[in-house]
């Protein structure tokens, strides 16, 4: 059984060596070959990994790619030669047995093409998974939600599209959808979450790599579709858990940067899955909402001048998006 394993560097050069050595403890014993795609960033891994890890391979890129692209250039190396890849973001730790049972769980479940684990976060297990990745309605007002900095409501919005949900929920009056279960904890759903995904290669193979349109974000829902498509199933792993420090390379200064790639990506996920029509609804849904959001702003930057530091790269972020949308 040969195992590959995919990581991408973007400033993220400490929790990377962390992630490193909880991985090589789960791979004692395994044959493998780890790869890091070192992004064009600030904090480059090269020098660390030779110093530190010379048994891992390093891919440097000499540009800024997205997280398909840079995982693409791993598996375009690797899937000839591969029984499984493990695709891992590097602010993610890996407790002992955790990789060798997911590779346990796919080698007895031969119709399934991708698992992933339950991920851990500062404030306990995240349930992030949404029944339905395509549901018009509820991302529509969602995201005019976020482009509008709504604030309080952006944590009620996102349960409604399953984000930030407790691990234990209380009972509820209406009972809860059935789940199509796998055994041993696991769940079949539609789509799982990009942060430590476990490939069957013969999959990626059939279904093909990740689509580098997607800049980040999405490109997990959309493999995970096109799986489907040609009839393999998608599992989560619930009862496997790893750590996992949600962005950790996206700081506060560039949070409206993230939010513009965020809603281009969720665009172009409806234009692929949303069905006749739903991606252009969307988008001229959000070019609306971007609109007059623009107004309020410039309203607001001329009467309140104390605000303007606030307003003022909102606006901007604003007339960006409808440029985007206009352009798309």
């Given at each position: 059984m040969?195992?590959?394993?995919?990581i991408v560097n973007h400033n993220s050069v400490q929790p990377l060596r962390d992630c490193l050595l909880s991985l090589l403890?789960?791979?004692?014993?395994?044959e493998h070959e780890i790869y890091?795609?070192?992004?064009?960033?600030?904090?480059?891994?090269?020098?660390?990994?030779a110093r530190e890890f010379p048994q891992v391979k390093v891919l440097s890129n000499n540009q800024v790619l997205g997280f398909g692209a840079n995982h693409n250039q791993v598996l375009k190396q690797i899937l000839d030669d591969s029984d499984y890849v493990l695709v891992?973001?590097?602010?993610?730790?890996?407790?002992?047995?955790?990789?060798?049972?997911?590779?346990?769980?796919?080698?007895?479940h031969e119709t399934v093409a991708v698992c992933s684990p339950t991920l851990i976060g500062t404030d306990g297990p995240w349930t992030s998974i949404p029944e339905r990745s395509v549901k018009l309605h509820r991302d529509a007002l969602l995201i005019a939600m976020y482009i509008s900095n709504a604030g309080?409501?952006?944590r009620w919005l996102d349960r409604l599209r399953g984000r930030g949900q407790p691990a234990d929920?209380?009972?509820?009056?209406?009972?809860?959808?059935?789940?199509?279960?796998?055994?041993?904890?696991?769940?079949y759903r539609e789509v799982i979450v990009g942060a430590c995904m476990l490939f069957r290669s013969a999959a990626l193979r059939e279904v093909g790599l990740f689509d580098e349109q997607f800049f980040l974000y999405?490109?997990?829902y959309d493999w995970c579709l096109r799986a489907k498509a040609k009839n393999w199933r998608i599992c989560w792993l619930r009862n496997v858990e790893i750590y996992h420090l949600k962005g950790y390379s996206t700081t506060r200064l560039d949070f409206l940067e993230h939010l513009l790639i965020l809603v281009e990506s969720w665009v172009h996920y409806y234009r692929k899955h949303g069905g006749k029509g739903?991606?252009?609804?969307?988008?001229?849904?959000?070019?609306?909402?971007?609109s007059f959001n623009t107004v309020r702003w410039s309203l607001t930057y001329l009467v309140r001048p104390k605000q303007r530091g606030v307003v003022g790269p909102w606006r901007a972020f604003s007339v960006n998006l409808i440029r985007k949308m206009v352009n798309a």
């Open positions: 040969k195992l590959k394993i995919s403890e789960n791979v004692k014993g395994l890091v795609v070192d992004n064009l960033c600030q904090e480059r891994a090269g020098e660390m990994l891992l973001n590097p602010d993610t730790v890996l407790p002992p047995g955790s990789v060798p049972r997911m590779l346990d769980f796919l080698q007895t309080g409501l952006n929920p209380e009972p509820r009056s209406q009972p809860a959808p059935a789940v199509d279960r796998a055994g041993d904890g696991a769940e999405f490109e997990e739903a991606g252009w609804v969307l988008q001229l849904w959000l070019i609306g909402v971007a």
